[in-house]
């Protein structure tokens, strides 16, 4: 099943929709008391979901007219997550490119919440703080219930969903920082979406094909396959240390083909459109805007 957030005008609350192909279902619409947004979806646990599976089902069958998603816009996939974790250098090739170390032990920063965009949105960063803006396909997963101590063998259990991100990132920031978390932070870098796909429909995290276009060119491409670590392990080792909370969004790394590494280096300028696809998730497009 496929879940957004969604609003009708530009001044409009974003309201939690199911998605079916090309049109949307708003849950408040189909319920009396529906979940305010994703985080009360997750929640509220099985047994609502299992509801509005069942409510969404009969809509379907009924005939229930379906908003066209194209005549609505959209919030981020994760509205209220309780953490925005992001893994560094999970996949060899773009640890290489970057010229990043291996370390034994995954690299692990937090993004701020005020980074979170939607799908086909704007971003803008100011020209005198970052010159070199660049962009990382990065699959998003989504944590359904506390998970502490987990192990790889059950830690899928945990999953709720998966989403498409957009790492974007001020490389010249990074580069002159002691931590990662600020040079990926600014307003708008976290875009995610446009759904949360549950995961249910994904039958394996590590059989996905990951593509970035920039501009028209495709300058990433690449298989959730060659993650260093794969989801199963992520959940495993930031779980011995913390309890991942229920809605936890994590960022589990990009491949290679990043903007800076190339010669010459690509990075994100004004009026740039960079598109992140995920096989079986959907894409998603930003548009940038440089002040």
């Not at 609003?7 to 409009?12: A, E, L, M, N, R």
């Not at 999970?90 to 799908?119: C, I, M």
């Not at 960079?274 to 894409?283: C, D, E, L, R």
Request: hydrophobic content about 40%; charged content about 20%.
């Amino acid at each position: 099943m496929r879940f957004s957030h969604l609003s009708t005008t530009p001044d409009s609350h974003p309201r939690l929709a199911a998605v079916i192909g090309d049109g949307a279902l708003f849950l408040d619409e189909l319920m009396a008391e529906a979940p305010r947004d994703l985080q009360d979806l997750i929640e509220r646990g099985d047994v609502t979901l299992q509801e509005v599976r069942a409510l969404v089902d009969e809509a379907v069958t009924t005939g229930t007219p379906l908003v066209p998603v194209h005549e609505l816009r959209h919030a981020s996939a994760v509205l209220r997550p309780p953490q925005v974790i992001a893994i560094g250098a999970n996949y060899a090739a773009h640890a290489s490119e970057l010229k990043l170390r291996s370390e034994k032990a995954a690299t692990v920063f937090s993004l701020w919440p005020n980074s979170l965009a939607g799908h086909g949105g704007t971003t803008s960063w100011p020209e005198d703080l970052t010159t070199q803006v660049d962009y990382e396909a990065e699959l998003g997963v989504i944590i359904g219930k506390p998970a502490r101590n987990v192990s790889v063998r059950d830690a899928l259990d945990y999953v709720w969903g998966y989403t498409v991100v957009n790492d974007i990132t001020a490389r010249d920031l990074q580069f002159s920082e002691a931590q990662w978390s600020r040079c990926k932070s600014f307003d708008g870098f976290t875009p995610n979406g446009p759904v949360v796909v549950t995961a249910d429909e994904i039958a394996d995290p590590q059989d996905l094909w990951l593509t970035t276009n920039v501009d028209g060119a495709i300058l990433q491409d690449a298989s959730t396959a060659d993650m260093v670590r794969s989801v199963a392990e992520i959940i495993e080792f930031l779980s011995r240390s913390a309890t991942i909370l229920p809605g936890t969004l994590i960022s589990t790394g990009s491949p290679g083909g990043a903007g800076y590494s190339r010669t010459p280096p690509v990075f994100l300028r004004d009026r740039s459109t960079v598109t992140v696809s995920i096989g079986g998730i959907g894409y998603l497009t930003t548009y940038c805007r440089v002040t």
